[in-house]
Each structure stands twice: as C-alpha cells, then as structure tokens.
C-alpha cells in the first residue's frame, strides 16, 4: 500500500521560508514522480512543484525562484524548500505520486485527477 506523510508545515510570517517534507512508502514502480500541489481555501488545487525518478524538475510559475523540490538518495523523502513567502501561499500542501510520468508531464496533469496517490497534506499559513 502506498503511503505519503508530509510534515514542516507551520505558521510562518510574510518573507519567511519553511521546508515541507514528504516520506514514501510502499510503492514500486519504475518510473515515478513526486511531487507538491496545493488547495488554498475557496480556490482550485494547483501544482507547485515535481521531481521525476530520474532527477528532472518542473515548477508551476508560483514557485519558480522561491520553492525548490529535493529528495533524499535513497528517493524515499521528498522536500520543498519555499522562501520568500506570501500570505497567497498560505494553503494546505500536498504530495502526490504519479507513476510512469516525467516532472513535466506531472505539471500538466489536472491538479485533482492526474496523481495516483495523495497525503493527507500539511497546513501553511503565512501572515501579513
């Protein structure tokens, strides 16, 4: 059974930076992506960011130059380091796994539809 637990997220002021993380478990597939999305409330889910099993990385243009997506070596933790933050960041954080897709073509999938497993999401909320 695959599973995804995120955690880092907190109440952070505007400018500030916060790290989620993301542990995996249970999943086997050969060629995956990992990735952050978001759901702000009364807004649509959108994604952040996403990193391929093979290193490559794209981000939503809400988080390019101020959110970086990591992993630990063995694959098994995802990270986003987000800086600069502003109160639209506050939402609640996701991570997803889709198999089969590169980080590209995770970022075009519908932000509902488009991952085959979710977390339960982490909260961020970032004052003015």
């Known amino acids: 059974q695959v599973q995804l637990v995120e955690s880092g997220g907190g109440s952070v002021q505007a400018g500030g930076s916060v790290i989620l993380s993301c542990t995996i478990s249970g999943y086997d597939y050969k060629t995956y992506c990992l990735g952050w999305l978001r759901q702000a409330p009364g807004k649509e889910r959108e994604g952040v960011a996403f990193?391929?099993?093979?290193?490559?990385?794209a981000y939503a243009d809400l988080a390019k130059g101020r959110f970086t997506i990591s992993r630990d070596s063995a694959g098994n933790t995802v990270y986003l380091q987000m800086n600069s933050l502003k109160p639209d960041d506050s939402a609640m954080y996701y991570c997803a796994i889709v198999a089969g897709m590169t980080a590209m073509q995770s970022l075009g999938r519908d932000p509902d539809y488009g991952m085959d497993h979710w977390g339960a999401g982490t909260l961020v909320t970032i004052s003015s």
């Open positions: 990193m391929d099993n093979k290193g490559g990385t």
